[in-house]
């Protein structure tokens, strides 16, 4: 724990109680509108306000006997609430875990759609970590993407998906190392542009950039893969049905069509993917239905599983979606997992040395890249594991809606309609359960992993009640076999190539918004290369 260095960004105290400021910054909001747009615009623009406030406070109306975090006083507390959680989502979990972890109390935060309830003892995780029909995980989902609006309705209906992802793409892993350090190498070298003086870099887009041209290369190959139109079309798709499904899913089901109309505008993208994708699907089946059984290896990539998978009358456009959809599920997520654990390590840079040391001494002892030389790594896998404990991207996972009335067994009673969720970034900084939360400490899972029987415990992939980067329960990430070694790979090429630092004084904060939780995406990390990098074993392909 001698290196441990504070983590200062959650010391800061809560600030979400100031009426008084809000109201200003409304006021000045509403009279800056007005002075921009016409009457009319401003008409609809309240009539639509007024319609969310009406529809909010109905929904806050329902009864829960649980405890309120975050709710300022009056009838209207909750409503106001609902707002300030999509900017201090992060401080009303951390205020609930404070105060009721240790009784282990379920309490309830206002979000502008409904209520969340967060369930804290260890028990009740385990009660909802298989969900049920009556407390559904992808029913919840369904409202939290709106997907029958930013991708269709028939994700939900059949989720063939899942099955690609957990059966198909984990089984691939092991093949694919080469591919995906030879496409990763490639990446940072076409959009680094750095030489031996420290420069400033566009991190998030390179990330954004090298971590789709990867995915892309396991799930439909070249040339596609290499593409920057289509890899922009697709990050572009992604990152508009993210912003616009919080927005749809706080208005009533009936406006929910206009408003994914008004708001979504994700056509364009769309073509342009199925313009770039839908031929690789006719041509695969023309050559299946050509060659039918003499076709003895079929292509292991994601257009030969959708075609599998797929229900046989399934449209181009419709096993395209599920090729975004793959996209959207693997791309932001790694990519901010990787900024995140870029800005740790740019804010401690003493803990680059050592990292490097592990990286090079167990691919001289494997020869090279290979699954073995991966698990061996355990410092690497620790210090991801622990920029996630610090940064879970998503801080309330393992959602579930109550399909019907019910009570969980503590006696919280949900009305039919409300989301349970656990309070995932505040639990991973309770002193309760880890020794100095606030401490990013990058080998604190690899020391755990000497003790004698732990050595397979607390890797990167382990999902347990205090560990839910990836969540937990039979709805734990599916994807996080195949993510956890591109972030491997990544960092690995990183380390060995540049040294890195933050620009600024510390590290950048992160920013909340509802569940997720965002890295520092400006420019803040200084790059240079290494005078050693030629000779480093990790640009070795085998
Ligand atoms: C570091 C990267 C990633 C992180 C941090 C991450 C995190 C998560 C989290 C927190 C959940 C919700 C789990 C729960 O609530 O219990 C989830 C679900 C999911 N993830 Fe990931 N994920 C990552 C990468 C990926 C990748 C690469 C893929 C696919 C290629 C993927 C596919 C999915 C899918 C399909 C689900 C929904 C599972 C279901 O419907 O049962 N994820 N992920």
């Not at 419709?318 to 900024?339: D, K």
């Not at 755990?448 to 415990?457: D, F, S, V, W, Y």
């Amino acid at each position: 724990m001698s290196h441990a260095v504070h983590y200062s960004i959650y010391n800061r105290r809560p600030s979400y109680l100031v009426p008084a400021a809000m109201h200003t910054r409304t006021l000045n909001a509403v009279r800056r509108l007005a002075e921009e747009v016409g009457s009319w615009q401003l008409f609809a623009l309240l009539s639509s306000a007024a319609l969310i406030f009406i529809v909010s406070y109905a929904r806050h109306k329902t009864h829960i006997n649980a405890p309120t975090v975050g709710v300022p006083p009056g009838i209207f507390g909750p409503w106001k609430a609902s707002f300030l959680w999509m900017s201090h989502s992060e401080a009303f979990l951390r205020e609930g875990v404070q105060k009721y972890l240790q009784s282990g109390t379920t309490f309830k935060i206002s979000t502008p759609s409904r209520w969340l309830v967060l369930v804290t003892s260890r028990a009740l995780i385990q009660e909802i970590k298989n969900d049920t029909s009556e407390l559904s995980f992808h029913a919840a989902h369904q409202e939290r993407l709106s997907l029958r609006y930013t991708f269709s309705q028939e994700l939900y209906d059949n989720k063939y998906h899942l099955d690609i992802i957990s059966k198909k793409l984990t089984h691939k892993l092991t093949t694919v190392i080469p591919e995906v350090l030879e496409e990763i190498a490639m990446a940072l070298e076409e959009n680094m542009n750095v030489n031996s003086e420290w420069t400033l870099i566009d991190n998030y887009d390179i990330m954004l950039k090298t971590i789709s041209r990867t995915a892309n290369k396991i799930f439909i190959g070249l040339p596609l893969c290499r593409k920057q139109d289509y890899l922009d079309a697709v990050v572009e798709f992604a990152t508009r049905a993210a912003t616009s499904s919080q927005t749809i899913d706080t208005f009533p089901d009936l406006l929910k069509p206009a408003v994914a109309w008004l708001i979504t505008d994700n056509g364009a993208a769309f073509r342009a993917i199925v313009t770039d994708v839908g031929p690789l699907f006719v041509e695969r089946k023309r050559t299946m239905e050509e060659l039918g059984d003499r076709w003895a290896e079929t292509p292991n990539d994601a257009i030969q599983w959708i075609l599998d998978l797929a229900p046989p009358d399934s449209s181009i456009e419709s096993m395209c979606m599920r090729i975004l959809f793959l996209n959207f599920a693997a791309i932001h997520t790694s990519s901010m997992s990787i900024t995140h654990v870029l800005l740790d390590l740019g804010a401690h840079p003493e803990f680059q040395e050592p990292l490097r040391q592990e990286i090079e001494s167990v691919l001289r002892e494997f020869g090279g890249w290979s699954k073995q030389a991966l698990t061996k790594m355990k410092k690497m896998d620790s210090c991801i594991r622990e920029s996630q404990r610090l940064n879970a991207i998503e801080i309330a996972p393992m959602i579930r809606k109550a399909t019907k009335s019910q009570t969980l067994s503590d006696g919280t009673f949900l009305p039919k309609g409300t989301w349970v969720a656990v309070p995932a970034s505040a639990l991973h900084h309770s002193e309760h359960l880890y020794e100095n939360p606030f401490v990013f400490d990058p080998f604190r899972y690899s020391r755990m992993r000497e003790h004698p029987g732990q050595e397979a415990k607390h890797q990167l992939v382990n999902v347990d009640e205090n560990n839910l980067g990836f969540g937990f329960g039979n709805h734990a990430c599916p994807g996080r076999f195949f993510a956890a070694n591109a972030l491997k790979i990544l960092l690995a090429s990183i380390i060995c190539n540049y040294d890195f630092k933050t620009s600024t004084n510390g590290r950048p904060e992160n920013t909340y918004s509802g569940q997720s939780c965002f890295p520092d995406i400006s420019k803040s990390l200084l790059f240079r290369e290494r005078p050693d990098r030629v000779q480093s074993s990790a640009n070795v392909f085998m």
